[in-house]
């Protein structure tokens, strides 16, 4: 069974019809990719999917349940996580606060814990252990006490992803993870997408305009055009589809 | 100005503007955690101190029980006043004038209530009567259980309140909502629970000032508005996001309103009953001259808490 | 059915109509008598006290009318003045545009009377107040009548003359910075000082403040800067002097001076606190007061009032009870019209004597005659008790 499914998902803005009855599937533990050219709808697709922008109809099955309509949190509590093209950061808290805040269920959470040292500085500690280890996985872990302002584009990125990470989510929506990264670190960042992959089972949805690498690591992909679904396929039968090398290269 | 004058208008600078840093950091965390300007602050005050008050006639004079009870009550206040008014205005989506608007009516309906219970068991300008013990005598200062239990209460309560910002996941969350509410919902922090925490915290701090201020001076109906301007300067001298320009922000406006307006009285003869207007001189000459507060003095200035 | 509902709600329309007929051709005249007072605020359980004191009067006059076959019957209508002048002036037009009401018993301060005179003055409405007695407000020719509680004139004279009596040097003034309250304070000084006082610090209240720990420390150090033989008088609100005994109580210099205070102050609430009251009795707290004087119609009152309200008149409330009962025989000989009540009234009070003192007008239209009573804080803390009297007509003071 697919870990995420979309039927006949649409979103209007006033007049224009950003998504338009868009079907797709992720199976589990699958990198697909989400392309198409600017204002295709993809960002709004993966909006739609996070609960941060409401469906005008159709339906979002997760994991066997049905999630459209609920909030973005209760989406986050569920496992869906998702990243932005601008690293979206608590600039000035640091690195570790960071990759803290999305944690589930804190007991220091609560105002009538929170005074009391004792009832969380175990599971706090505990926390913060869980984050030290994502951010080494990251290569933030020498970084854990600047603020994030100081940190550079690809350490953003990677620090975003790091927090979602610590979401324990099952699928991350990664809005073009290497846009504005320079080249040789676009491609570890794919590469640490994998590792994720394989260590920890995690599924991708991910939107990229470099297709170039892109089309290294993924299980398949789907193109988007005006808000309709275009082609569905392995990267090589995207790569040479006539209709899709049309609308995306214009040629 | 007199020496004895200066020692004993410092005394009353710490103990009022104690009390003032208990209230504006309420003030500071609803403006940026909530996004809210609250002028119904006044009256969790307001009711904090009646709350105080009602249970120390009822015989009950142990000051950690009135103060927890000053707590509960003005944090029962302030919640009930988002669920049933705040929230659901945040749900249309409506401007900020609005919220500031419906925030006086709030205000208003709460003071009103507060006037109708006073007036019922007839308890206006009454002192939470604690027995008076004198700790401390010179020939021109004395100091009393009162002033040990006020000051060193709001201090403690301000400290912890800054700890639990700084160092806790609540206060976390806090911050982060601070920063972008709409972030933190994307990044899955349970926003409205925390908003709800937010308002138990504001409004039991503003409950605790209230019994406290009720211990020092009198209760009446009007006491949290009559005070609310000053806290509003203080707030408003820390930015409305720094906890440390906050804090020193209260001072400051105590010490204008004391030992400033007494050297002014000593030396120049400017009339007491000008003491009002000094918070409106500081509100606006923040807002002309330095309109971030003080808060650029300060490291990591701007965020919630720093 | 709905035909029905119809032609019974025509019917009941018909009955009402019918019913303001008969009550037309019984040819009641109403006169109405406004009540502006501060009913919230800390003057609110005073606004209310006096409120009832009022609606007895009408109530005993209405039964009286009503026995004697009258057809002239007196209505109230109530307005909050929120105790400021800009209050006070809406309240008053918020009476007269829906009542149309020409005579208002009311408001109680002298600031709020002031606040409420231009309306009045301009639309021929006759304010009879019953306790404001800032000498602000004694002006010739104007609608305000004050009918019993004497102008500050006297009072201020007696402070000054018991100051003097009791060997003070210099004093120290602390007042509500308002009409009444500045007006104490420079007649007090004016007096004072021509009995043969030294200097005088003064030090105004701004009123609506509800912490008073600046102007003790500032009259503190006044205190203490005039060196002994100084004095203390206190030209305070109820709430703000509670606030300010609750900070003195604990200073070095206000525990060990003499003190008076304004009869506003010495309230019962006053006295709760064991505390306060030590302090005023420590003090040797006088006060001068109005409320203390009695007639054989007192008694009486207060058992009516006790019986129609199940409690206790509090200060002062006689005074609102013989202010609306000057108002209303004003109305019965002059009619429902502000001139000629204006015209007539001092001709009536000048013949009424009623649970207070006889009133007798001056030419501004303020009571002339001044008896008081001087008080003190009992021994045992409880209440204040009369110990002598001052006659402001001879400036004399008897202690009993």
Redo the contacts between chains.
């Keep these: 069974m697919p870990l995420l499914q979309l039927f006949n998902l649409r979103k209007d803005f006033g007049g224009l019809r950003a998504v338009d009855d868009v079907s797709l599937e992720v199976a589990t533990g699958a990198i697909v990719g989400l392309i198409g050219p600017n204002g295709s709808g993809k960002s709004t697709l993966l909006n739609l999917i996070a609960g941060s922008a409401e469906r005008t109809a159709g339906r979002i099955i997760f994991d066997g349940d049905e999630i459209s309509g609920l909030s973005a949190d209760q989406v986050f509590q569920r496992g869906i996580a998702r990243g932005y093209q601008d690293p979206s950061l608590y600039l000035k808290m640091t690195t570790l606060d960071n990759a803290l805040l999305p944690v589930k269920s804190q007991r220091g959470e609560h105002p009538w814990y929170a005074p009391w040292r004792r009832f969380w500085q175990k599971q706090e500690a505990e926390n913060a252990r869980a984050a030290a280890g994502v951010l080494e996985q990251v290569q933030l872990l020498g970084h854990y006490d600047s603020l994030a302002s100081d940190l550079s584009g690809g350490q953003m990125k990677l620090l975003e992803m790091g927090r979602s990470l610590m979401g324990s989510p099952k699928l991350l929506l990664l809005d073009e993870p290497t846009a504005g990264v320079a080249p040789n670190l676009a491609y570890e960042i794919f590469e640490e997408i994998s590792r994720l992959r394989q260590q920890h089972g995690i599924t991708f949805l991910i939107v990229e305009h470099r297709l170039e690498i892109l089309f290294d690591f993924v299980d398949s992909v789907y193109v988007m055009h005006l808000g309709n679904l275009l082609a569905h396929g392995s990267a090589d039968d995207i790569a040479s589809n006539e209709t899709v090398r049309e609308v995306y290269f214009g040629d | 100005m007199?020496s004895?004058?200066l020692v004993?208008?410092l005394v009353?600078t710490i103990?009022?503007g104690s009390l003032y840093a208990l209230m504006a950091l309420g003030l500071t965390l609803t403006f940026s955690v909530i996004k809210l300007p609250n002028f119904a602050h006044a009256e969790y005050v307001t009711a904090g101190a009646y709350a105080a008050l009602i249970i120390s006639l009822a015989g009950v004079l142990n000051p950690l029980i009135i103060i927890a009870v000053a707590f509960l009550v003005g944090a029962l206040t302030a919640v009930v006043s988002h669920l049933i008014v705040f929230k659901p205005l945040e749900r249309q989506n409506v401007s900020l004038y609005t919220l500031i608007l419906a925030s006086f009516a709030v205000g208003l309906i709460i003071r009103?209530i507060l006037?109708t219970i006073a007036?019922y068991f007839?308890i206006?300008?009454?002192?939470i009567?604690i027995?008076?013990q004198?700790l401390f005598?010179?020939?021109?200062?004395?100091l009393?259980n009162l002033f040990a239990w006020v000051a060193p209460t709001s201090i403690v309560l301000v400290i912890l309140l800054t700890l639990l910002i700084n160092r806790t996941a609540l206060g976390r969350e806090m911050r982060a909502l601070a920063n972008n509410t709409i972030l933190a919902r994307v990044i899955g922090i349970p926003v409205e629970r925390v908003k709800n925490y937010t308002w138990l915290l504001v409004g039991g701090m503003a409950g605790v000032a209230g019994a406290l201020?009720g211990l020092?001076?009198?209760v009446?109906?009007?006491?949290g508005w009559?005070?609310i301007i000053s806290v509003f300067a203080a707030a408003i001298l820390g930015g409305l996001s720094s906890f440390p320009g906050t804090i020193l922000g209260a001072y400051v406006v105590a010490f204008s309103?004391?030992t400033i307006?007494?050297f002014l009285?000593?030396s120049y003869g400017v009339?007491?009953?000008?003491?009002?207007a000094i918070p409106f001189i500081i509100i606006i000459a923040v807002l002309l001259i330095r309109p971030q507060g003080l808060t650029q003095l300060l490291k990591r200035a701007g965020e919630l808490g720093r | 059915m709905i035909k029905k509902l119809v032609s019974i709600s025509l019917l009941l329309v018909m009955l009402s109509l019918l019913g303001a007929g008969i009550q037309a051709q019984d040819d009641i005249e109403t006169y109405v008598l406004g009540i502006p007072l501060p009913f919230?605020?800390?003057f609110?359980?005073f606004g209310?006290d006096f409120e009832r004191g009022i609606l007895l009067a009408v109530s005993q006059m209405n039964a009286e009318l009503e026995a004697a076959g009258s057809n002239i019957r007196f209505d109230t209508a109530s307005a909050d003045t929120e105790q400021t002048p800009e209050g006070a002036a809406r309240a008053l037009q918020t009476i007269a545009q829906t009542t149309g009401a020409q005579v208002v018993v009311g408001p109680l301060t002298t600031d709020e009377v002031l606040g409420a005179k231009q309306f009045a003055d301009e639309n021929g409405i006759v304010i009879v107040a019953m306790a404001s007695s800032g000498p602000a407000a004694s002006i010739p020719g104007d609608n305000i009548y004050r009918v019993i509680y004497p102008p500050d004139t006297f009072s201020s004279k007696a402070f000054a003359t018991i100051a003097l009596e009791r060997g003070h040097e210099n004093m120290v003034v602390l007042h509500v910075?308002d009409p009444f309250g500045n007006g104490m304070n420079e007649q007090f000084i004016a007096n004072f000082q021509a009995g043969g006082g030294g200097e005088v610090a003064s030090?105004?209240?701004?009123p609506?403040?509800?912490?008073?720990?600046?102007?003790a420390?500032?009259v503190?150090?006044a205190l203490?800067?005039f060196g002994d033989n100084a004095g203390f008088f206190c030209v305070c609100f109820?709430?703000a002097a509670?606030?300010f005994v609750?900070?003195a109580?604990?200073?070095?210099?206000l525990t060990t001076v003499q003190w008076m205070g304004n009869e506003a102050m010495t309230t019962l609430?006053m006295l709760?606190?064991p505390?306060?009251a030590q302090t005023l009795i420590n003090a040797n707290f006088v006060t001068v007061s109005q409320s203390a004087a009695s007639t054989p119609l007192t008694p009486i009152f207060n058992a009516d009032f006790v019986a129609m309200f199940d409690k206790e008149p509090g200060i002062f409330t006689n005074y609102a009870f013989d202010a609306a009962n000057i108002a209303m025989l004003t109305m019965l000989a002059a009619g429902n019209d502000g001139a000629a009540v204006k015209s007539m009234l001092p001709f009536i009070s000048n013949h009424y004597i009623g649970t207070t003192v006889q009133a007798y007008l001056d030419d501004n239209g303020d009571q002339a005659i001044a008896s008081y009573g001087i008080r003190k804080v009992s021994d045992d803390g409880t209440a204040f008790e009369v110990i002598g009297s001052y006659n402001g007509n001879t400036d004399t003071i008897t202690y009993n």
């Design positions: 007199p004895s004058l004993t208008s009353n103990q009022i009103y006037f007036d007839n206006f300008d009454l002192r009567a027995p008076l004198i005598r010179t020939g021109s200062l004395i009393t201020w020092q001076s009198a009446s109906p009007l006491m009559a005070a309103e004391n307006m007494l009285n000593f009339d007491l009953a000008y003491k009002p | 919230t605020g800390s609110g359980s209310q910075d030090f105004g209240y701004a609506q403040s509800t912490e008073l720990s600046t102007e420390a500032a503190s150090a203490a800067g109820p709430g509670q606030a609750q900070v109580q604990v200073d070095p210099i609430e709760e606190d505390g306060h």
